[in-house]
């Protein structure tokens, strides 16, 4: 069967009526079709199989992976050169101007490609400052003994054989487990990337660091580890361990069975998780007084009733994905939703969740979800939640749109003016308000 390629944005969908590629394809590879059914479930992608073929619809993971015969593109809807400023801000990244005409001088760069190059930079600003160096222990025999003589090892081999001493000692290596974590990384980042120029620029940072350190093989325990264990010394690997762990879980879409690492074929990024990520950072920086709680926990919000839990399972919890507290009051609850609902209709689990959040909190009974939006014209919409008896209000729901181009804007901006400028954004969109409705003078890039 000959191959295809389709290309499609977040949150749209093809159907074999507007994709001749589509058209009476049929997954005839039963491993394919369990793949299809595996991107299905886990909700990276929507795969099904109609009478007139196959019918394609994209969440918010966005990436290119390879299904059987067909090669499924699914572009971000944020600009390029926003995405750019955005991601990094939200992986903690130093400037990246240099990326503009490699990264972006073709159209439909992927975005593994502007990660990678990402990871490029900051590895090559680590070598460019001195990689850093740890003692690693040993376990070695010596003619000259060093640290300490292995005396169990020594009786286990039967005393004596040659002239040499089995030793356990330490000595200052660049070839360490967090120096081998960015040199697998760096392998992974080489099998991945598409775009030419950064090709070049990963090999060429590949190559320097074969002469610091082997690879290791990653897995998401590991870098999750090396990510928690970064103090003082080692700070400044945060931002290559963070674009790693980015890269190794888009990367692991998992489509071989048995898995067997990163399956290559398939590259999906959560944009949803991102998005979390980068407005978790915005308000903890710019709500002061304020404190900003991620996934904070409602407690008391739900509960079995006392004999009527046969299975004694755990109360359910609810989760949103901020709490804004002063002091240990809560004064608002809000969750980040990578979905323009401004385009989109909001899904109804979407605002069960969100009035259940309101309901939670009598005192100020409004829940928010902050959505990104590229429309000029975008303003916040209210949902009250009404009393059927007595018709009157209970809590309400808004959906607050965070333009893209003024979030931009606002992280970019310096001089006076600029701290004030994030602050009043920032509360705007956890508290609401006429600031929030206000708009920049451009469309996103």
Request: proline letters at 5%; aromatic letters at 8%; charged letters at 25%.
């Given at each position: 069967?000959?191959?295809?390629?389709?290309?499609?944005?977040?949150?749209?969908?093809?159907?074999?009526?507007?994709?001749?590629?589509?058209r009476g394809l049929v997954l005839e590879d039963p491993a394919v079709r369990q793949q299809a059914r595996r991107l299905t479930d886990?909700?990276?992608l929507l795969l099904h199989e109609m009478r007139d073929g196959l019918h394609v619809t994209a969440l918010s993971h966005v990436g290119r992976l390879r299904l059987g015969p067909l090669t499924i593109t699914v572009q971000p809807k944020i600009g390029p050169r926003d995405l750019l400023s955005l991601t990094h801000y939200?992986?903690?990244?130093?400037?990246?101007?240099?990326?503009?005409?490699?990264?972006?001088?073709?159209?439909?760069t992927l975005f593994q490609d502007l990660l990678i190059a990402q990871l490029?930079?900051?590895?090559?600003?680590?070598?460019?400052?001195?990689i850093r160096r740890a003692y690693v222990r040993r376990a070695?025999?010596?003619?000259?003994?060093?640290?300490?003589?292995?005396?169990d090892q020594l009786a286990r081999q039967g005393g004596l054989q040659r002239a040499e001493l089995p030793c356990i000692h330490h000595s200052l290596s660049s070839d360490h487990p967090l120096n081998q974590l960015l040199a697998g990384g760096l392998d992974l980042a080489l099998r991945m990337v598409v775009n030419r120029d950064i090709r070049k620029d990963v090999a060429i940072q590949q190559q320097r660091f074969s002469a610091v350190a082997r690879p290791a093989q990653l897995d998401a325990a590991t870098l999750a580890s090396a990510s928690r264990a970064l103090d003082r010394l080692t700070s400044d690997y945060g931002p290559a361990l963070t674009l790693l762990q980015a890269l190794h879980a888009a990367a692991f879409v998992d489509l071989d069975v048995p898995p067997r690492g990163p399956a290559l074929r398939g590259f999906l990024f959560d944009m949803n998780a991102f998005w979390q990520r980068l407005l978790q950072r915005f308000l903890s920086e710019n709500l002061a007084p304020f404190a900003v709680a991620p996934e904070h926990r409602l407690a008391g919000l739900?509960?079995?009733?006392?004999?009527?839990?046969?299975?004694r399972r755990s109360d359910p919890t609810s989760r949103?994905?901020?709490?804004?507290?002063?002091?240990?009051?809560?004064?608002?609850?809000?969750d980040a939703k990578y979905r323009d609902l401004w385009d989109k209709p909001l899904p109804a689990d979407m605002l069960y969740q969100l009035a259940l959040y309101a309901l939670s909190h009598p005192g100020a009974p409004t829940s928010a979800i902050l959505f990104p939006s590229t429309h000029a014209h975008a303003r916040p919409s209210r949902i009250e939640i009404r009393n059927p008896v007595t018709g009157s209000g209970m809590a309400w729901v808004e959906l607050r749109p965070v333009s893209i181009s003024r979030l931009v804007e606002t992280l970019n901006a310096t001089g006076q003016g600029a701290r004030a400028a994030r602050a009043g954004f920032a509360r705007s969109l956890a508290m609401g308000g006429p600031d929030a409705e206000k708009q920049p003078g451009r469309a996103a890039s």
């Open positions: 069967m000959s191959s295809s390629a389709i290309t499609l944005r977040e949150w749209e969908n093809r159907t074999p009526a507007q994709c001749a590629e589509l886990a909700r990276k939200a992986f903690g990244l130093r400037e990246a101007r240099w990326l503009e005409a490699a990264a972006y001088g073709s159209a439909g490029a930079m900051e590895i090559r600003g680590l070598l460019d400052r001195g070695e025999a010596l003619g000259s003994p060093r640290g300490r003589i292995a005396f739900m509960r079995y009733v006392p004999g009527h839990n046969p299975k949103p994905d901020y709490a804004v507290l002063q002091g240990r009051r809560v004064v608002a609850l809000l």
